[in-house]
Nanobody, 121 residues
Framework: EVQLVESGGGSVQAGGSLRLSCKTS????????MGWFRQAPGDECELVSR???????YNRYSGEGRFTISRDNVKNTVYLQMNNLKPEDTAVYHC???????????????RGQGTQVTVSS
């Protein structure tokens, strides 16, 4: 059974950092594309960063250099390092895996646990 458990969210002031973790089980991490999504109330769900099975990385905000996705194949964990956080980064962050060409759990339908990130100014 595919399981993803997010952690690491919290409340920080603008300019602070957080590292989100996504502990995975039930599949081979190195064979699977992983992504971090976020959704704030009233906003669209968006893919923040993706790490492909081969290691290639997509970062929605690559120009800012604030978010870094990585994975630890031994710990079966995917991370999202977030630096210089801004109030607009406030959202629930979801970790998802590509299973059978679809994101699982569906991050844009409120599925999955998620972890809340709140950034105050």
């Amino acid at each position: 059974e595919v399981q993803l458990v997010e952690s690491g969210g919290g409340s920080v002031q603008a300019g602070g950092s957080l590292r989100l973790s996504c502990k995975t089980s039930g599949f081979t991490l190195t064979d699977t594309d992983m992504g971090w999504f976020r959704q704030a109330p009233g906003d669209e769900c968006e893919l923040v960063s993706r790490i492909y099975s081969g290691g290639r990385i997509y970062n929605r905000y690559s120009g800012e250099g604030r978010f870094t996705i990585s994975r630890d194949n031994v710990k079966n964990t995917v991370y999202l390092q977030m630096n210089n956080l801004k109030p607009e980064d406030t959202a629930v962050y979801h970790c998802s895996a590509v299973v059978g060409s679809l994101w699982y759990p569906d991050p844009c339908r409120g599925r999955g646990q998620g972890t809340q990130v709140t950034v105050s100014s």
